[in-house]
């Protein structure tokens, strides 16, 4: 079982709608980190967290630590939110521990 | 303030070759951090340098292998390639102070590595 488990694995939905990712880890974790990746390959660091929320623009993330989960939510979803999500995890300082992604997809 | 840098942007090897990539990270970010991304294993951490030192190791072969210079530009060496070593390789470099365990990672546009 990966230490780090992302849902869905595919999203499509129509621009406007409200997207969740979901993304449960096993680990102790100092961190946990959401990622973009737009085609192409370029990672953009989205948020990092360690407890309880963060917004910036359309995009928040939560974390419960307890129950080792945290989501990632965008509002008025747009066709440029295409890309693929990643949950990551710090274990010690630098190392990450990533999911799978999420690949989503607004249609117009 | 420029991003990571990573060069070349596009490599094309043959297998038993070896590799060499090259990452400069941003202006004042101590630590560089190195990935490997597949579409069956996805993203996995190969290593990371701070101040010249490898601090970080994740679970690859001794053909990975890294170093940091001075200037904290990192190069990943990758010797005897194989078929499977076909990936993008990213870096991200961060402040890397261990007191701050929560530094955010810039990545740069990655380096794609064909084995043929």
């Known amino acids: 079982k990966n230490e780090v488990e992302q849902s869905p694995q595919n999203l499509t939905a129509q621009e406007g709608e409200f997207i969740t990712i979901n993304c449960s880890y096993s680990?102790?974790?100092?961190?946990l980190h959401w990622l973009q990746q737009h085609p192409g390959g370029g990672i953009v660091s989205l948020f990092m967290l360690s407890s309880g929320k963060k917004k910036h623009g359309r995009l928040i993330a939560t974390i419960n630590i307890q129950e080792k989960h945290s989501s990632l939510h965008i509002t008025a979803s747009h066709p440029r939110d295409s890309a693929v999500y990643i949950c990551?995890?710090?274990?010690?300082?630098?190392?990450?521990?990533f999911g799978q992604g999420t690949r989503l997809t607004i249609n117009p | 303030k420029a991003g990571v840098t990573q060069t070349p942007r596009y490599l094309i090897k043959t297998r038993g070759q070896q590799v060499t990539l090259s990452c400069s990270p941003i202006?004042?970010?101590?630590?560089v951090s190195w990935y490997q991304q597949t579409p069956g294993q996805g993203l996995q951490f190969l290593f990371e340098?701070?101040?010249?030192?490898?601090?970080n190791k994740g679970n690859f072969p001794g053909r990975f292998s890294g170093r940091q210079f001075s200037n904290s530009r990192s190069e990943m060496n990758v010797s005897t390639l194989e078929l499977g070593d076909s990936a993008l390789y990213l870096c991200?470099?961060?402040?890397?102070?261990?007191?701050?365990?929560?530094?955010?990672?810039?990545f740069g546009a990655g380096t794609r590595l064909s084995v043929l």
């Open positions: 340098y701070f101040s010249e030192t490898q601090r």
């Open positions: 202006s004042g970010h101590r630590s």
């Open positions: 680990v102790g974790i100092s961190a």
């Open positions: 991200a470099s961060s402040l890397g102070d261990r007191t701050l365990a929560k530094n955010i990672q810039y």
């Open positions: 990551a995890v710090s274990k010690g300082a630098q190392k990450l521990v």
